[in-house]
């Protein structure tokens, strides 16, 4: 099961019982085009890294790619709520993205 948690202390949280990867970030990088481009970058590479599977073959391919997908959108989603709740000052100095697989399938 996937549990969305509270943005309002500057930590956003999507959990599964499998692997998951946290990105921290600071505020002052939701104020900036850079500091975003960081962020993301980040969440990529932690989707990339979630989504990788154990095995070397055609089917553990297949299964990244339906892995990655939703999971980098879950966090570019979580990155977006986090940019809302800057601006509004309802964040703190810092928080985290938590990036775990998220299958297309579930």
């Keep these: 099961a996937w549990v969305l948690g509270s943005a309002d202390a500057g930590n956003m949280t999507v959990t599964a019982p499998v692997h998951s990867e ?3 970030y600071r505020v ?3 104020a900036s085009e850079q500091g975003l481009r960081g962020i993301t970058s980040r969440v990529r590479r932690a989707a ?5 599977p154990d095995e070397n073959t055609f089917m553990a391919t297949y299964s990244e790619m339906r892995c990655f997908g939703p999971t980098f959108r879950d966090g570019l989603a979580q990155i977006e709520r986090a940019v809302a709740l800057a601006r509004s ?5 810092a928080g985290q993205i938590k990036v775990g697989p998220k299958d297309k399938a579930r």
């Design 48 to 52: 990339h890294h979630v989504c990788q």
């Design 28 to 30: 002052s990088e939701l």
């Design 22 to 24: 946290r990105v921290p």
């Design 89 to 93: 000052g309802a964040l703190a100095d």
